[in-house]
């Protein structure tokens, strides 16, 4: 058992090595323009990123740990527990949900893309069971957002906005024009939450 892990996570090391390797020009540019932090991305991010790396157990999801590499080199700010709690996340998804989750961020903005996460959702086999699953996984992680939820949330605020209304007609108060209420979803549908967003940003 010791044994196969060794190979695999030297496989894996090997991958994030290419990877890295690969992109070699643009982490030198990257910190050319911010020479003060080699040290600390050197001795600190490059380690705590490779930790990550020798316990995935998918290799097609190096690319993505490589990505947040050199995503965390171009931030302004570094934000250790920020890092953290990406790569966390990360560490918890399987590429079929990572497929999922792309989809999601694809829809509407670029549709050859989100036809190509179609077509992988195919190729694994997610049938609508599976679909679901992966939708609660991803909402319990806090990438996704329940529309349900956020119909609820809003019927609270329509009751707030309307309890504000009747307080004002019956004082005698002129009605604000401006006052509106929230448009009521009525599906459980999910949308990416802006943890989400940032998530696939920094990832992909």
Known sequence: MLAYK????????NLWLENIEDRVMEIEELLAK??????SIKNKYFGLISDYVLEEVQEEKIKYLANGFI????????NENNILDYYDTLSQLRLVDIVVLKTFYSYGIDEQEYQNNLDTYKKLCIDSYKNKAIKEKLERLGLL???????????YKN????QKVIKDII???KINGTTSFKNIVTNNSYELSSYGKEFIRFFN
């Open 6 to 13: 060794q190979k695999r996570q030297e496989r894996m090391y």
């Open 34 to 39: 911010q020479p003060k932090r080699y040290e």
């Open 71 to 78: 995503n965390t080199i171009r931030l302004e700010t570094i």
């Open 145 to 155: 957002i329940s529309k349900r939820d956020k119909m609820e949330n809003d019927l």
């Open 159 to 162: 009751i707030e906005t309307m």
């Open 171 to 173: 004082s005698g108060k």
